[in-house]
């Protein structure tokens, strides 16, 4: 039989579409020529450039310090949510999946908005910290999601053996479960890593004056369009580190799943 | 009476589901109720803080004649962003899915890598690409199908064609999810009882990654009525946005009611494909019993 050529040369075309982009943009970044028209030679030059830019240090450590702070509670409060649906389908439940999938997927201004009402209305000051309890706010649902997907796979088998062997709840929770469901947790953690020193709409909404993160600080200057040879270079480091977080998460997918 | 195995059951359930519930509901439900109630708040001139009492100004204001314009260019945007990701979702999905297990998942691979990119560096690829003197620009005077002075940054169409590039990835997911359970055996019996190729690929594989389908359909078109930083970036003021409003109004004109009225809006434009979706989810139920059962 023969198959129909369009579904594979629809892919291909997506992937050309996907990669294009993100190629000469890397490429540029080592190209001497302003605009990227054409090759003018190889140069490192955008690199010096961004490593002189005054505010990309703090900007950088801003993002840092939230991401980690973020992913932590939300790797806490994600598992915990895993668990609760996972285990429990009362209606409790059913407001919990809600309070879940809803942020999954309505639109980031409106999360952005709200807290901002909401942080005014507390009479909080804007900055670090506020970002940092938005961003959990946003993480918490993919780290569960991530979480359960990984409990729906699992052998219970192995709880019921430990309690017959006499394991408390306590006990069975944090010397079975939880080692086993690690990978799952530390991925969850990933995605909340990145997407955390990826938000833009949130952070815009809730920073103050001096908590500029990575994001903020790209985005004024694309908005601007100054020094775009300086922000190609940025975007190829970021882009180094994000292949390197997506390597590593899908080598604890696969060390789970064998 | 609960007995006692009972009673340690629900302790254990409200344990482990209260932490994230009260914070959800405390940084997620309550922001969201507060935003429909300062609509109905009057603005102290000057300032743009939220006064006492309550008043009807905010609701009547969004009647202003130019909402109609950018409430019809997100609807269109939104949707054509929506229908041209699936277009290319479903083939693509169903490739991949018909591929042996180790191709598979170096296709999904290059699929997911676009995924965990910078959204932000993934807009700005496209605005060193279409820039005026960048290379799609310049290939294209060349070949003489633009005019040199011709502009191709900042309108609606551009705004559509990287809010397909952003969204296409969270379209292949579900699909490709959904093709991956699905049993192609269906396509060949569907072919020997003497369906057309096409055929049995309307009537026995779209309804066969129905699920996918209507995921997809919604993690794109939700987040594309909020859009804010693609049409930002790259609309100008011809390619506007709700989001665009919204973020003016709160941090320009500093007229908070105003942009909460515009975001109460959003929210119930929402509801409405979220809804829709869960009914089509719902209705399907009995059929998919009726499967599991033969």
Known sequence: ?258 | MKTRAERKKTLHEWLITLPPVAWLTLLFVIPTLIVFAITFKPVVPGTGDIGKGWTLTTFRSLGNPNYPAIVWRTLWISVMNTTLCTLLAVPAGYFIARLAPRARSAYMMLVIIPFWTSFLIRIFAWKTLLHPEGPIHGALAWLHLIDPQALLLYNAWTVLLVMVYTHLPFAILPVYAAAEKFDFRLLEAARDLGATPLRAFFAVFLPGIRRGLITAILVVLIPSLGSYVIPDLMGGPSGEMIGNKIAQRTFVDRNLPHASGLSALLTLAVLIPMAGALLLQNKRQPERMMTEDA
Not at chain 1, 2 to 30: A, D, E, G, M, W
Not at chain 1, 169 to 194: E, K, Y
Not at chain 1, 237 to 249: D, G, P, R
């Open chain 1, 1 to 258: 039989m023969k198959h129909s050529r369009l579904p594979l040369n629809v892919t291909l075309f997506v992937l050309v579409f996907f990669y294009l982009p993100i190629l000469v943009l890397v490429v540029n970044s080592f190209n001497a020529a302003r605009f990227g028209s054409g090759w003018e030679g190889f140069t490192l030059m955008w690199y010096r450039k961004l490593l002189d830019q005054p505010n990309v240090w703090h900007a950088l450590s801003n993002t840092l310090i939230i991401a980690t702070g973020a992913t932590l509670i939300s790797m806490v409060l994600g598992t915990m949510s895993a668990f609760g649906l996972h285990r429990y389908t009362d209606a409790l439940q059913k407001y919990h999946f809600f309070l879940i999938y809803t942020p999954l997927v309505i639109p980031e201004i409106l999360m952005g908005m709200s807290l901002l009402l909401f942080f005014i209305a507390l009479g909080m000051q804007l900055g670090l910290f506020t970002i940092f309890l938005a961003h959990v706010t946003f993480c918490i649902s993919y780290v569960a999601m991530v979480v359960l997907g990984r409990l729906q796979d699992f052998d219970f088998s192995l709880v019921e053996a430990a309690q017959d062997l006499g394991a408390t709840w306590w006990t069975t929770l944090w010397r079975v479960l939880l080692p086993l469901l690690m990978p799952g947790i530390i991925s969850g953690g990933l995605l909340a890593f990145t997407l955390s020193i990826d938000d833009y709409v949130i952070t815009f909404f809730v920073a103050g004056p001096g908590s500029s993160t990575l994001p903020l600080y790209i985005y004024s200057m694309i908005k601007h369009s100054k020094d775009m040879p300086i922000i190609n270079a940025l975007s190829t480091i970021l882009l180094a580190l994000t292949a390197t977080t997506v390597f590593f998460s899908q080598h604890l997918t696969k060390e789970t799943r064998t």
